[in-house]
């Protein structure tokens, strides 16, 4: 909505055109009930923002990270183009995974597209000094395939640990074993993924999640690596702020 400006006593003109104001970011969701604590993306709570949230009936998690979202591209165009239609300036999804579906979403909608925390990798790699590279941190390693390092700008090298071994997060969040998730667990399945990504490749020196789930414990993997942590809180807040850039007096 725009207000145009008029004469010092005349009237203000406010401009319409869409459903909602003041939300400029639509979030997709997946299809889960698992526990969405503070700092998960689909709580609302986690942003500084007001967004807007639309359900993919039929994304579930497990066919999104375990069955490489077979046949759901169109659920998620349409998802998006009702997120558009209701007022969204900008849509991303909940799940890293989703970067497979990145250029189709961004041609569908017409609005910038952010599919997942991934399209981090080669800005903080940029950062990074010579000899040290992005290691990433993912729900899943064994699905993670080059096609979703590829279509999110990831170089395919990039080092890669997953969650799958632990007692609790990926039990949770992918199987769907349960309702309740045991936090504590949780945050240890991450920062051990987290441990074993350094372990294994030293020469790491920045991590990003690739799970939007992870921004809870994103401190717990900094505070024990010593590393920089992205995760998709960092990515969307950076995405939201060219939406919206601050005013200045």
Not at 103 to 119: K, N
């Amino acid at each position: 909505m725009t207000i145009a400006s008029g004469p010092s006593q005349g009237p203000r003109i406010a401009r319409g055109g869409k459903a909602i104001y003041g939300a400029p970011l639509g979030i997709l969701m997946l299809e889960a009930r698992f526990p969405r604590i503070p700092g998960d993306m689909g709580n609302a709570g986690t942003w500084p923002f007001p967004v807007l949230y639309r359900v993919v009936r039929g994304a579930s998690p497990d066919k999104v990270v375990l069955k490489g979202a077979a046949g759901l591209l169109p659920n998620f165009i349409a998802a998006a183009q009702e997120l558009v239609h209701l007022g969204a300036e900008a849509i991303t999804t909940n799940c890293g995974f989703l970067s497979v579906f990145q250029r189709e979403l961004a041609t569908a909608v017409g609005v910038p597209v952010a599919t997942s925390s991934l399209m981090q990798v080669p800005w903080v790699q940029a950062m990074l000094p010579p000899g040290k590279q992005v290691g990433i941190v993912t729900v899943s390693a064994a699905t993670l395939t080059r096609a979703h390092l590829r279509d999110a700008g990831v170089p395919l090298d990039t080092p890669v640990s997953g969650t799958e071994d632990g007692r609790e997060f990926f039990r949770v969040l992918i199987k769907a074993e349960k309702d309740d998730m045991d936090i504590d667990l949780a945050r240890q399945d991450v920062v051990d993924a987290a441990i074993n990504l350094v372990e294994r490749h030293p020469s790491v020196g920045a991590i990003v999640l690739e799970c939007t789930n992870m921004p809870p414990y994103a401190a717990a993997v900094r505070s024990t690596t010593g590393l920089p942590v992205f995760d998709i809180y960092s990515m969307i807040s950076w995405f939201h702020a060219g939406l919206r850039p601050r005013t200045f007096p």
